[in-house]
């Protein structure tokens, strides 16, 4: 006879907009235990389960935190009220967590004078709205009629919502009936809970008591912070686009880079000033699909991407948005990797010309067979076989006129994306995988004139040796990085030679002129011309997230604002669920535009998902 065994929440605190999918351990009749759902239409042993979804609601009035959303609020910004600002932004749950989140707070009402929410009706969807019912409250009652009159939920449509007990004060609201549960609006404030009852196939009667949990009170997801555009060349980019976010010249595209930090890293053991319900897979992939579409980038890196979430979500989702996607999974000699790079590229934009795969553990093997002695093999390929890879797109441009002295001329646009190595004592195996990168670069260079962009993950602070190599072209001898090379892969450090005129994104700030780049110069470091961080935690604070460009083909237009340690809140550190984009930019060129926006690495952003490393934004005019 089929039994249940345990049913949980991952996480118990749910989010407007994230769908909370119970855990269901289940054993056989054989004894064997099985995770997998037992819908009536395929039941197991004569049994199947049958879920049904509460909303348990109270008289009682209640307000949750905008900065801390799983803390009750205790005061409310008037001024939000005076702006017209989405009231959920106005409460907080201490004077010191309004004090501290100032700064930024009161961006909020500068900006509400002069824009329109970008959101729109979107933010309600996705996030709720809370309504008002005297300063400082939401009232958690009794929803209008209006909004459970149809109700769906997933696949699922639910029928009218009924009172079905009352308890005093407290009222339960049926809300669903499949596995899965997706809370609304109406939800914010209020506890679901779930039941879960074997049922006789044959009777439809259930088989002894249902398994009954419930969850903690529905919070409304943080909403993103509008951030702007610098010009660096004098022109205002963003005049330039139109209604879906894209420059409206008819030669331009724009390509974004992002680490979105793969759900098997996002650990609490890693992560734990982390809340877990703003580390939970559900909550992040939402997040992050909502802010990878809402660029409307034509071309679209992404970095540590699940092999599973690839295949079963980013690319069937991204293909309802008109993508084609191209994916390369970390080989998997050292561990069991699952997560690798994914390239999207829209079907209507470009057409796939061709795809390289980089394989460094492939490359490590013929290196250590042509330079390192036989008896030192052994060690050599334990250092260097770490299982990063690169993907390299070649793309055709479907947009672009024709030129009159060459009508059947193609325009062809390389992009690299990759993840370098972490380990921050392999200096050798960083440089090495770069220099790998960038000879097949140069291959692909020298059989064709074609435009370059290497987007990605380096873990490499500015100045060090792959930073250098990609920047300058070479690397010092004397660079103390070259000291740590204990199998001379790296020798004759002569070789350490490329001909891309390749270079950062950010360098742009420090060649403009203007008081709004003065500012911003004083926010990067003025020996490497980067930002001072793109990777914030409680441990660490430093850059290493770029974009690199061929300066003959590309230059850089604007950049979104950057910010200075100061702009963070003391008790900032990201992973984070109150913080979204740090830094970003925009790019263009002579006779292209390459628009970048660069975001530092974020686990949990004040209203995206958890995130993690840069996401850049480019826009190319031809």
Known sequence: MLSMIRVHFPSDIPIVGCELSPYVLLRRSDKTITTEDVPETAPIDGHFLRYKWYRIQSDRKVAVCSVHPTVLATLQCLGCVKAKL????????SPKCFS?????????????????????AEEEELFGRLNSSGPGFINSGLPPLASSANLTNGSAPLYPAAVT????????????????YTPAADDIGNVLKLECVIIDAETKLPIGHPYIITTSRVIP????????????????????????????????????????????????ESYSYCPSWALSWPYRRQNLLREVVGYHADIVCLQEVQSDHFEEYFAPELDKHGYQALYKRKTTEVSHTLDGCATFFRRDRFLHVKKYEVEFNKAAHSLTEAVVPSVQ???????LVKDNVALIAVLEAKFVNQCPDNPGKRQLFCVANTHINVHQDLKDVKLWQVQTLLKGLEKIAASADIPMMVC????????????????MGKVDPMHPDLSVDPFGILRPHAKLLHQLPLVSAYSSFARGIGPALDQHRRRMDPSTNEPLFTYCTRDFIGTHDYIFYTADSLSVESLLELLDEDSLRKDTALPSPEWLDL?????????????????????SPLCCPPLSSSLYYATFVL
């Open 165 to 180: 007990q009352r308890n005093g004060g407290e009222m339960w609201f049926e809300v669903g009936h499949s596995k899965t």
């Open 377 to 383: 093999k052994k060690n050599a390929l334990n250092r």
């Open 221 to 268: 997801a943080p909403t993103p912070t509008p951030r702007h555009l610098i010009p660096v060349t004098g022109v205002d980019v963003m005049g330039h686009l139109d209604s879906d976010g894209r420059l409206s010249s008819a030669g331009t595209f724009t390509v974004l880079s992002y680490n979105i930090l793969a759900d098997m890293y996002a650990t609490s």
């Open 100 to 120: 501290n989140a100032w700064q930024h707070h009161r961006a909020l009402h500068d900006r509400a004078a002069n824009a329109v929410n970008e959101n729109g």
């Open 583 to 603: 830094v970003a930019s925009i790019f263009s060129e002579e006779k292209q535009t390459m628009a970048v926006v660069f975001f530092p690495p974020q686990v």
């Open 86 to 93: 989405p009231i959920a932004k106005s409460y907080h749950c």
């Open 456 to 471: 990605g993950d380096f873990n490499a602070a500015p100045g060090s040796a792959p930073h250098a190599f990609l920047a």
